[in-house]
């Protein structure tokens, strides 16, 4: 820490969160078209508009039949028409009759149930039922059994699959309101830093935080609209972020320079551009020296440069801020199970959220922590499907102990 910096205490990580949240004002909806819909978070409930189905209709090809009078068990019926999908018919079925239907098609006033066609044989007009059986489905879908007109069929907060745009077209909706996509600026800094083309000379590294983050962003459905990187020099680092347009971002991830080193810039930059820093530091591990920043509605994240502390911290902090900026419903990913495997190299006097594999084992989810070699191990998550919660001054982990982790 610089001497002359204020310091704000580090926070726990869920004292954190609700600091971070306080801050988020929702972005604008919009209206989008359904091929725009994907990934995008329903701004209002999506009622349907009328019964569904709209009518009774056939759940196979066969022959919707009416019931014989009372007393009779006969199990032949007289072919009277034929109701093909999209059609409306035109009679009424009598006792003892019955219509050749299609699936998909209305169910003909008098009928009750529909003998399947591999179920059926017919010779003439004269329809013989096969296997007879008092216990056997109508197959008949009824009017208003999936919903009834006015049920939400899709909630507010839904982030939007393939099978809710298909489910708005049905109810009618073909422009949904949905939230404006966050827009992001990200800065990389470091000198040591090269495109991901080039051939590291000594002491450089490739740039994968700028594909990580734009990644991880289009994933909840951000946008990287500015990217750039600087040197670790001040003038540099202030002068760039200085031409970044004023309202062309909605979030600024500011990758290294967040510690309180003599070539970390971060806190600088974010003074330069008028943002508030709200928080300094997080009691975790990876990713301690965090930093939030506001100026207005604009959110600003300093991370630290190493990438696994920067995939932690944006799926800690990060994600559920641009999920708040849309109205997405809260999601909660925090399972718990048994441990696989012992480990012994989980000392911190931090708590820690270590890369891990979880998968289903025959008592229920067993969770394995993979291996770790620091905060710059980013081949630790080839493998990893969840984060590890660690409490502080945890000494070893047992085989069979019970563990939480974060689905990611």
């Given at each position: 820490?610089?001497?002359?910096?204020?310091?704000?205490?580090?926070?726990?990580?869920?004292?954190?969160?609700?600091?971070?949240?306080?801050?988020?004002t929702p972005l604008p909806a919009v209206a989008v078209t359904l091929d725009q819909a994907l990934?995008?978070?329903?701004?209002?409930?999506?009622?349907?508009?009328?019964?569904?189905?709209?009518?009774?209709?056939?759940?196979?090809?066969?022959?919707?039949?009416?019931?014989h009078p009372s007393g009779l068990t006969a199990t032949t019926y007289t072919l009277s028409g034929?109701?093909?999908?999209?059609?409306?018919?035109?009679?009424?079925?009598?006792?003892?009759?019955?219509?050749?239907?299609?699936?998909?098609?209305?169910?003909?006033?008098?009928?009750?149930?529909?003998?399947?066609?591999?179920?059926?044989?017919?010779?003439?007009?004269?329809?013989?039922?096969?296997?007879?059986?008092?216990?056997?489905?109508?197959?008949?879908?009824?009017?208003?059994?999936?919903?009834?007109?006015?049920?939400?069929?899709?909630?507010?907060?839904?982030?939007?699959?393939?099978?809710?745009?298909?489910?708005?077209?049905?109810?009618?909706?073909?422009?949904?309101?949905?939230?404006?996509?966050?827009?992001?600026?990200?800065?990389?800094?470091?000198?040591?830093?090269?495109?991901?083309?080039?051939?590291?000379?000594?002491?450089?590294?490739?740039?994968?935080?700028?594909?990580?983050?734009?990644?991880?962003?289009?994933?909840?459905?951000?946008?990287?609209?500015?990217?750039?990187?600087?040197?670790?020099?001040?003038?540099?680092?202030?002068?760039?972020?200085?031409?970044?347009?004023?309202?062309?971002?909605?979030?600024?991830?500011?990758?290294?320079?967040?510690?309180a080193g003599s070539y970390d810039f971060c806190r600088a930059a974010f003074a330069k551009l008028?943002?508030?820093?709200?928080?300094?530091?997080?009691?975790?591990?990876?990713?301690?020296?965090?930093?939030?920043?506001?100026?207005?509605?604009?959110?600003?994240?300093?991370?630290?440069?190493?990438?696994?502390?920067?995939?932690?911290?944006?799926?800690?902090?990060?994600?559920?801020?641009?999920?708040?900026?849309?109205?997405?419903?809260?999601?909660?990913?925090?399972?718990?199970?048994?441990?696989?495997?012992?480990?012994?190299?989980?000392?911190?006097?931090?708590?820690?959220?270590?890369?891990?594999?979880?998968?289903?084992?025959?008592?229920?989810?067993?969770?394995?922590?993979?291996?770790?070699?620091?905060?710059?191990?980013?081949?630790?998550?080839?493998?990893?499907?969840?984060?590890?919660?660690?409490?502080?001054?945890?000494?070893?982990?047992?085989?069979?102990?019970?563990?939480?982790?974060?689905?990611?």
């Amino acid at each position: 820490m610089r001497a002359d910096t204020p310091s704000i205490p580090p926070h726990s990580d869920s004292e954190t969160l609700r600091l971070l949240l306080d801050h988020v004002t929702p972005l604008p909806a919009v209206a989008v078209t359904l091929d725009q819909a994907l990934g995008r978070v329903l701004r209002r409930d999506a009622h349907c508009d009328s019964d569904q189905p709209a009518f009774d209709r056939s759940a196979m090809d066969g022959y919707a039949i009416a019931p014989h009078p009372s007393g009779l068990t006969a199990t032949t019926y007289t072919l009277s028409g034929e109701v093909l999908t999209g059609q409306t018919p035109a009679f009424t079925l009598q006792p003892g009759q019955c219509a050749r239907v299609f699936t998909g098609a209305m169910i003909p006033p008098g009928a009750v149930r529909v003998i399947k066609q591999e179920d059926s044989k017919i010779h003439g007009v004269t329809v013989h039922e096969l296997h007879p059986d008092p216990n056997a489905p109508t197959h008949i879908r009824y009017r208003g059994e999936d919903c009834k007109a006015g049920d939400i069929m899709i909630p507010a907060g839904q982030i939007l699959h393939p099978s809710h745009v298909s489910i708005l077209a049905s109810i009618g909706i073909t422009d949904p309101l949905v939230s404006r996509k966050p827009r992001v600026a990200h800065i990389v800094s470091g000198s040591e830093i090269v495109h991901p083309l080039k051939t590291p000379g000594p002491g450089q590294i490739r740039d994968s935080n700028s594909h990580l983050l734009a990644a991880l962003c289009a994933e909840i459905g951000a946008s990287v609209r500015h990217r750039a990187h600087t040197i670790d020099d001040e003038a540099q680092t202030l002068d760039l972020v200085a031409s970044l347009p004023d309202r062309g971002y909605d979030i600024l991830l500011f990758s290294g320079g967040s510690g309180a080193g003599s070539y970390d810039f971060c806190r600088a930059a974010f003074a330069k551009l008028g943002f508030t820093l709200r928080l300094e530091g997080v009691a975790l591990r990876p990713g301690k020296p965090l930093l939030f920043a506001t100026r207005g509605s604009q959110l600003a994240f300093g991370l630290p440069g190493n990438p696994l502390s920067h995939f932690v911290l944006f799926q800690l902090f990060v994600r559920p801020v641009i999920r708040a900026l849309q109205k997405a419903a809260p999601e909660n990913r925090e399972m718990t199970g048994l441990l696989a495997v012992d480990a012994t190299d989980v000392h911190s006097p931090l708590k820690t959220y270590r890369p891990a594999c979880w998968y289903s084992g025959e008592s229920g989810p067993l969770i394995e922590p993979l291996p770790w070699n620091g905060s710059g191990h980013l081949a630790s998550l080839s493998r990893a499907n969840a984060l590890l919660i660690i409490p502080p001054h945890t000494e070893s982990l047992k085989r069979g102990d019970r563990a939480t982790w974060l689905a990611i």
